[in-house]
């Protein structure tokens, strides 16, 4: 139901436009959210929209330089990364559940994640 795309290699600075497919707000999800997950470390939230109204919340540490949107024409949600720095290199995955937050427990259906490496 989840599809991630949209990593890569990016030199710090750079940005990145992540991209997560799902099949339709339906009666058992309407929030979309974006994890991430370094090496050694725990999954943490970055971002999260709710598909029918747009309302939006961010990690406070990542608040500015990350910002996601929807189009629900295409069934698509995003995530724009800005200013990307080493720490910011993790597989990104991005989840479907209820209610908006990112408290992992939120989120019943996940994609496969997809892969940031901000390096020089």
């Known amino acids: 139901q989840l599809q991630a795309s949209g990593g890569g290699l990016v030199q710090p600075g750079g940005s990145l436009r992540l991209s997560c497919a799902h099949s339709g707000s339906g009666l058992d999800y309407y929030t979309i959210g974006w994890f991430r997950q370094a090496p050694g470390k725990q999954r943490e939230g970055v971002a999260c929209?709710?598909?029918?109204?747009?309302?939006?919340r961010y990690a406070d540490s990542l608040k500015g330089r990350f910002t996601v949107s929807r189009d629900n024409v295409k069934n698509t949600v995003y995530l724009q990364a800005n200013g990307l720095k080493p720490d910011d290199t993790a597989v990104y995955y991005c989840a479907a559940g209820v209610p908006l937050g990112l408290r992992l427990e939120y989120y019943t259906y996940w994609g496969q994640g997809t892969q940031v490496t901000v390096s020089s």
């Open positions: 929209i709710s598909i029918d109204d747009g309302t939006t």
